[in-house]
């Protein structure tokens, strides 16, 4: 991990601090949130720090692809967690992402190259 990932990690952190409130985050999304997330296909579920999200699941998950023209999501490299994770440019295929909160350690893939060394979302 570089020290651009490590800086995004530390701030997506405060970030997520700074938006709970003393009684922690809300459980669920408000009733108009939920009515429109449900209206788009969507459903609730919770984020990694616990927040309230609409989220969406893509039919063509986990299809092989060479990048985001072949998903409706992104075309994502995933971190098997042993070994360095391959460079930016690095020829690679990829899958596409089940649902649209997809946190993990992954790279994009486009034109069948990594575009950049690998993150991890939350």
């Known amino acids: ?10 701030l997506l952190s ?24 449900r209206a788009n296909g969507g459903y609730e579920s ?3 720090f616990g927040f309230p999200i609409c989220q969406h699941r893509y039919s063509d998950a986990g299809k092989t692809c ?9 075309c994502l490299f995933e971190h098997s967690g042993s070994g ?3 460079k930016a440019g690095d020829t690679a295929s990829g899958k596409c992402q089940p649902t649209s ?5 992954y790279a994009e893939v486009e034109g069948g190259k990594l575009q ?7």
Do not use: N, Q
């Not at 060479?66 to 992104?74: I, M, Q, Y």
């Not at 909160?101 to 350690?105: K, L, T």
């Not at 950049?116 to 939350?122: S, Y």
């Open 1 to 10: 991990m570089g020290p651009a990932m490590y800086l995004r990690i530390v």
């Open 14 to 37: 405060v970030l997520a601090l700074g938006l709970t409130t003393c009684s922690g985050p809300r459980k669920h999304l408000k009733p108009a949130e939920a009515a429109s997330c």
């Open 46 to 48: 919770s984020s990694a």
């Open 66 to 74: 060479d990048g985001k023209a072949d998903c409706l999501g992104r």
């Open 84 to 86: 360095p994770f391959p």
């Open 101 to 105: 909160y997809y946190p993990g350690c």
């Open 116 to 122: 950049d060394d690998g993150l991890c979302e939350d």
